[in-house]
């Protein structure tokens, strides 16, 4: 039986004719290092909607068991992919977009996560979206389906936790020298010299873009570049007021132009236009 804090908590909200469900639920220690965040989410609203999806550190696994999510590349075209997706890291914004119901679990994997519970090298994610099957084992297709057909949020917890900690368990390509320099860049906010840290691992800058590229997806600059980011959207989210230009400051920015950069090149829109983009669950 489940300890009382890890059963799954439900908020329930609704505006209008729109009515919204999310679930979360404490991960267990094992899988901590690795997932960075789990939901359950249902939509009915009574309308189609249309969201922006920002940049971050993580790889997106969306397992739908509701009608799917639209995707559209920079071109505007949308593509599905029935039962779920990867997303893998890249370093513009996307769109996302449903026509008003949309039903799933959404499970945010740390870089060296994705790479252990895939078994395929991230470079062959990276800037992609894959459907979630073509990268499942045999055994382990079909997750969609089974998650449909439970009834509580805590059993489908269930089976995707159990879903990932078998896929660690079989892992078997070695992930701790990247891992250690992906918790430097992010004890850092993404300020950790990468030339340093070459030398701090006795690599050479080559070499160490090429174990990235194959553990992470993306070269360490750009992985630096996308945790500043997480830590400034996370500090837009819940920290005290402050101007750009002291968030500039306060993460390494050469100045509020070089904020202002950053923030257009991964949202596509001006830092007062994304501030407020910033709450939506999905993605996030």
């Known amino acids: 039986m489940l300890a009382p804090h890890r059963r799954a908590r439900v908020t329930r909200s609704e505006a209008g004719d729109s009515r919204w469900e999310v679930a979360t639920r404490e991960l267990p220690a094992g899988l901590r290092a690795h997932v960075r965040g789990l939901l359950g989410y249902s939509e009915a609203a009574a309308l189609p909607r249309l969201q922006r999806q920002f940049p971050l550190p993580q790889v997106v696994v969306i397992i739908e068991?509701?009608?799917p999510i639209r995707v559209h590349d920079d071109a505007g075209v949308a593509s599905t992919y029935v039962g779920g997706f990867v997303a893998g890291l890249h370093?513009?914004?996307s769109d996302t977009g449903h026509d008003g119901s949309q039903r799933g679990i959404q499970l945010n994997l740390t870089p060296i996560g994705a790479r252990l519970l895939f078994g395929v090298a991230l470079s062959e994610l990276a800037g992609r979206i894959v459907h979630l099957d073509d990268l499942l084992p045999r055994a382990h297709r079909g997750l969609a389906e089974r998650l449909a057909g439970l009834a509580e949020w805590d059993d489908r917890f269930d089976m995707v936790e159990s879903f990932i900690?078998?896929?660690?368990?079989?892992?078997?390509?070695e992930v701790n020298t990247v891992a250690w320099a992906c918790q430097r860049i992010e004890a850092s906010a993404g300020a950790v010299d990468i030339g340093r840290l070459a030398g701090e691992?006795?690599?050479s800058s080559k070499h160490l873009i090429a174990l990235f590229r194959d553990r992470v997806g993306v070269p360490p600059k750009l992985l630096a570049r996308l945790v500043r980011f997480d830590h400034l959207v996370r500090r837009l989210r819940s920290g005290p007021p402050a101007t750009w230009a002291e968030l500039a400051a306060e993460f390494g920015f050469a100045d509020q132009a070089h904020l202002t950069r950053e923030i257009r090149s991964f949202t596509g829109v001006t830092p007062t236009s994304a501030r407020?983009?910033?709450?939506d669950v999905l993605f996030a």
Request: aromatic share 14%; net charge positive.
């Open 201 to 203: 691992l006795g690599y």
């Open 165 to 173: 900690a078998a896929r660690l368990a079989e892992a078997r390509v």
């Open 276 to 279: 407020p983009l910033l709450g």
């Open 65 to 67: 068991f509701g009608p």
């Open 91 to 93: 370093d513009r914004w």
